[in-house]
């Protein structure tokens, strides 16, 4: 019954079927979709990490495949991330009241004078499924209320996205202001975005640039592992 529930829930989540009300990206599934086998999960008092790391996490793994080999595309792997998203949503008071612990906490933000949130949305949407606990603080943000967060919020990684080639500037300022607060050392920063690259991520002191959702995943899971 249990494996039954976590196979279902991971094939749901390779269709973005966020529920029974949806078609799918094959159109050939019926029943329950993320959301209520999510449901069905927590019901059936299925453990919170069984049910992320062999449904979630592993549906996005495949959804991740296929969008890197453009099987699938942008609003494909976005129905699949949103689903994810929800799901944890529905987890995460189960996960506290367990003290199940997160993989860490991660802090995302598109820097002062970009507005743009798709991407950072994405990203959000993925390190949830992959068990961080993310904080979105939004677009737009200032340099001195994301230093001010990092001091006292504390989270272990702080994702920094822009779009533009006049605001990834920004991101530099926000690197050197976070030392200037004796908070550098204390936080691990990822920054992406379409105007940002590794080179640039070296350049300002960044400690990992990504591609994408994925590849901020995978960039994370390896820095833990190390």
């Known amino acids: 019954m249990s494996e039954?529930?976590?196979a279902a829930l991971k094939e749901n989540v390779i269709q973005g079927r966020k529920t029974s009300d949806d078609e799918g990206i094959d159109n050939d599934l019926t029943g329950p979709g993320?959301?209520?086998l999510t449901q069905q999960a927590i019901d059936a008092n299925l453990p919170p990490?069984?049910?992320i790391t062999e449904g979630l996490t592993s549906?996005?793994?495949i959804v991740g495949q296929k969008f890197a080999s453009k099987e699938y595309f942008i609003p494909d792997m976005l129905a699949s991330a949103e689903a994810v998203g929800e799901a944890m949503d529905l987890l995460k008071p189960i996960m506290e009241a367990?003290?199940?612990?997160?993989?860490g906490k991660f802090a995302?933000?598109?820097v002062k004078g970009d507005i743009h949130d798709i991407g950072k949305n994405i990203v959000a949407i993925l390190l949830k499924g992959a068990g961080y606990e993310v904080a979105d603080m939004g677009i737009d943000i200032p340099t001195e209320k994301i230093v001010e967060y990092v001091k006292e919020k504390k989270p272990d990684y702080l994702g920094l996205s822009a779009l533009l080639t006049t605001t990834m500037v920004v991101m530099k300022d926000i690197i050197e202001a976070l030392k200037e607060a004796g908070v550098r050392d204390s936080v691990k920063i990822f920054v992406g975005g379409a105007a940002v690259s590794e080179e640039y991520a070296k350049e300002i002191g960044a400690d990992a640039y990504a591609l994408d959702g994925f590849d901020a995943v995978a960039k994370l899971d390896a820095m833990q592992a190390s």
Request: glycine share 4%.
């Open 49 to 51: 990490k069984a049910i």
């Open 4 to 6: 039954d529930i976590i």
């Open 59 to 61: 549906g996005m793994e």
């Open 108 to 110: 995302i933000v598109t």
């Open 98 to 103: 367990a003290s199940v612990e997160t993989k």
């Open 34 to 36: 993320v959301l209520e």
